[in-house]
């Protein structure tokens, strides 16, 4: 997984309330287990026509917000089912953070494992953020994991918290994999320990 330290760039602002995982990537894309090749399907139905050209009114079909690593979401962002292929698809798209006043236990704890940094803001604080993103590319957001704090073109700072384990792991690059990985040395130490007291196992 990569560290995550810093993002600045253009926001998408995406205000519907209750956007669940069936619309971040419908069923029919699941059968892979793969988890590169998702971001051409994320938001698949809102973001292509019946017939498979581009919905030039959604927006991360936009100019300005085609390359975007940050989404300003609506309330209850990722609710539905428990599909890990949701942040898989977001994160292959490029999509970093995710901001909103709130989103799904499960997504929730799934994007922190596929190294994507989701960020609650009270209702206020999202308004600023929504009214900067829909401001385009001349708008430049910067989200700073660190210190916890969004930036947004203005210049306005708005502080978050993050639970500092979580933290810990993004800004380190460390998955489930590498978080075991760190303890090499006390499996070295137990493995050696065991085969001398269990030498015929």
Known sequence: ??????????????????????????????????????GVVLFDEMRYHDHGGENEE?????PAY?????????DNFGCGSSREHAPWAIKDFGIKVVISTSF????????FKNGILPI???????????????KGENARMTVHLEDQQITTSDGVV??????PHRKHCLLN?????GLTMEKDHHIDKFEDHASQARPWV
Not at 10 to 35: Q, S
Not at 120 to 134: F, G, N, P, S
């Open 1 to 38: 997984m990569e560290k995550f330290e810093k993002v600045h760039g253009v926001a998408a602002p995406m205000p519907l309330i209750n956007i669940d995982t069936d619309m971040i990537i419908p069923k029919v894309h699941l059968k892979t287990i793969k988890r590169s090749g998702l």
């Open 58 to 62: 959604f927006v991360l079909n936009k």
């Open 66 to 74: 085609r390359a975007t690593e940050i989404l300003v979401a609506g």
């Open 104 to 111: 799904a236990d499960i997504f929730f704890n799934n994007c």
């Open 120 to 134: 609650v803001v009270e209702e206020e604080h999202h308004a600023v953020l929504m009214e900067d993103a829909h």
């Open 158 to 163: 708005i502080a978050f918290e993050v639970d």
């Open 173 to 177: 690059g460390l998955d489930d994999i």
